[in-house]
């Protein structure tokens, strides 16, 4: 017998070993909300945008770079002509050759620009300022993910909080079991009435599960953005109350003021365009007839010097260009007055819900700080018998009622202040 005893307390202690040792091999993690903010931006696939972009910039400055090195052309040409140059004279003693009608050329040129290095200037501030509007779009793709965030983040916290406060109610009603109990045993209350309040505890159980389901379905979501496991051990902290700033800070005006600068380059190449082009040039070739028309052969020549081109049909469209960049940029003024006035309007609403909720919670405390004293005041009547279970029950649910209202309101107004802040983009 003894043997049979120590045996047990032996695997009773094992297994308080075994418990203790799963347990802190369990670790708490801590979550706040700016930090799945930041994991969010970072684990996002988007964000591998950045490294192509910055792959593009390169090869396409180094592309535009080419601009000031030499320019190197090769070309050929093979033709025949219905008449040629002659000389209308005959002299004695004298062969005037005759050029064939048939002619040939094959040639190369170098040659190095001179004005267009303004030209090379201006479409690399151009891509530098493309660049920087694709990297802003994709600031404002990631800053959205904040309001993704704020949902299953302010999800999971409702959740815990009713969780709790449904445990609250399990207490509660077992307290009441309690009660309940000496009431049976004093002979003041039937053996039956303890059934309706395990009822309502199985019914708070099964609150439980389903509570737990739905956390499990947020913490499943908020995993993938942040990239992280979120279970039942992460607790994620109650953010404190953020003072509301009404300055609009959004990357959406920062884009638009970006894709602004790029208008400012456009119309420097515009203007470039309208320049005339020198360039210092060498050609080289070998055809029939050569640089000496009157040689017959094929020989090899080389000419060098400066070149002027100027592109005077720029003059036609400078003025319908500048006009249509003169619109953009309107456009743009256009889009940044719609952006701002449907911000300020959805800051008003989030400000008018904010003072709502805050008058809301003043009443749920007060409404709870009545209802707890009116089922304190049922638990010692269950005792004696002066009340029912079912009027117990009533105050309880009333109770919790009550405080599942207080939680929701308080979430709530969090919520909303950080829907706000991420709304103003402060």
């Known amino acids: 017998m003894i043997r049979t005893i120590f045996r047990r307390m032996l695997a ?3 297994c308080w070993f075994i418990t203790i040792s799963y347990t ?3 670790p708490t993690v801590s979550l706040t909300i700016d930090a799945c903010y930041q994991l ?9 945008q950045y490294a192509l972009l910055d792959k593009t ?6 592309n535009a770079s080419k601009g000031y090195l030499p320019q190197i052309n090769v070309g050929g040409q093979a033709s025949y002509q219905s008449d040629v140059t002659q000389i209308p004279i005959s002299l004695p003693n004298i062969d005037i050759p005759l050029i064939s009608k048939d002619q040939y050329k094959l040639y190369g040129e170098v040659s190095q ?7 090379v200037r201006h479409q690399k501030d151009l891509i530098e300022a493309n660049n920087a509007v694709e990297e802003q779009k994709i600031e404002v793709e990631l800053y959205k993910l904040r309001e993704r965030i704020n949902q299953f983040y302010f999800g999971i916290l409702l959740i815990d909080a009713q969780i709790a406060q449904t445990e609250i109610l399990k207490r509660d009603i077992r307290s009441g079991i309690d009660k309940n109990d000496v009431a049976i045993a004093n002979g003041i209350a039937l053996k039956t009435s ?4 395990q009822a309502e505890l199985l019914k708070a159980n099964q609150r439980t599960i389903e509570l737990k389901a739905t956390r499990k379905g947020y913490a499943d979501m908020l995993s993938l953005f942040v990239n992280l496991p979120v279970d039942e051990n992460t607790i994620l902290e109650k953010p404190y109350t953020v003072s509301l700033a009404t300055e609009i800070k959004r990357p959406e005006l920062k884009l638009l003021e970006t894709q602004k600068k790029t208008f400012d380059v456009h119309h420097k190449l515009i203007d470039t365009k309208m320049l005339p082009r020198f360039n210092l040039f060498f050609q080289g070739g070998y055809g029939r007839p050569a640089l000496n028309m009157l040689n017959n052969n094929f020989d090899l020549y080389y000419i060098g010097g400066v070149r002027l081109t100027w592109n005077i049909s720029s003059f036609y469209t400078q003025k319908q260009e500048k006009q249509l960049l003169h619109l ?3 456009a743009l003024e256009v889009q940044k007055e719609t952006f701002l006035f449907n911000t300020n309007l959805a800051l008003k609403q989030q400000n008018s819900e904010i003072s709502k909720l805050e008058e809301l919670i003043q009443t749920d405390q007060e409404i709870v700080r009545l209802r707890k004293n009116v089922k304190l005041s049922a638990q010692n009547q269950l005792a004696y018998g002066t009340a029912t279970t079912n009027d117990y029950l009533t105050y309880i649910n009333a109770e919790d009622q009550a405080k599942q209202n207080l939680i929701v309101h308080e979430i709530q107004l969090l919520m909303v202040q950080y829907n706000f802040k991420t709304t103003s983009g402060n």
């Open 24 to 26: 802190c091999a369990q």
């Open 194 to 197: 303890s059934n309706v309040l």
């Open 57 to 62: 910039k390169e090869y396409s400055l180094t």
């Open 40 to 48: 969010a931006e970072r684990n996002y696939p988007l964000v591998k």
């Open 328 to 330: 953009n940029q309107n």
């Open 12 to 14: 009773v202690i094992s």
């Open 113 to 119: 620009p001179l004005t267009d290095l303004f030209t």
